[in-house]
Nanobody, 114 residues
Framework: VQLQASGGGLVQAGGSLRLSCAASGRFFNRYAMGWYRQAPGKQREVVAAIGSDGSTNYVDSVKGRFTISRSNANNTVYLQLNSLKPEDTGVYHC?????????WGQGTQVTVSS
């Protein structure tokens, strides 16, 4: 399975972005998916996850600001980022959750300026 993330960019604090991640291959709908963030000098961490049933989970730091969703018809997972903060800066990847079982793509860079 290949993962292609897009939608990142440079935005001022308080701004918004919408990330997309398209997955090739079959049976996307069977997997829980997560958005992971790797900030400079830090380990990659999951920030949001969505189950095959549409249930969602968020790390505390993004609750109320980020929204994860999915389209099984399009094999795509989305992340709406609102009220962005400089600490949200990093490379955002999608992968299965919680194991990150597929080959990691290049991700998409999100940079939030203060």
């Amino acid at each position: 399975v290949q993962l292609q993330a897009s939608g990142g960019g440079l935005v001022q604090a308080g701004g918004s972005l919408r990330l997309s991640c398209a997955a090739s291959g079959r049976f996307f709908n069977r997997y829980a998916m997560g958005w992971y963030r790797q900030a400079p000098g830090k380990q990659r961490e999951v920030v949001a996850a969505i189950g095959s049933d549409g249930s969602t989970n968020y790390v505390d730091s993004v609750k109320g600001r980020f929204t994860i969703s999915r389209s099984n018809a399009n094999n795509t997972v989305y992340l709406q980022l609102n009220s962005l903060k400089p600490e949200d800066t990093g490379v955002y990847h999608c992968n299965t959750w919680p194991r990150g079982a597929w080959k990691w793509g290049q991700g998409t860079q999100v940079t939030v300026s203060s």
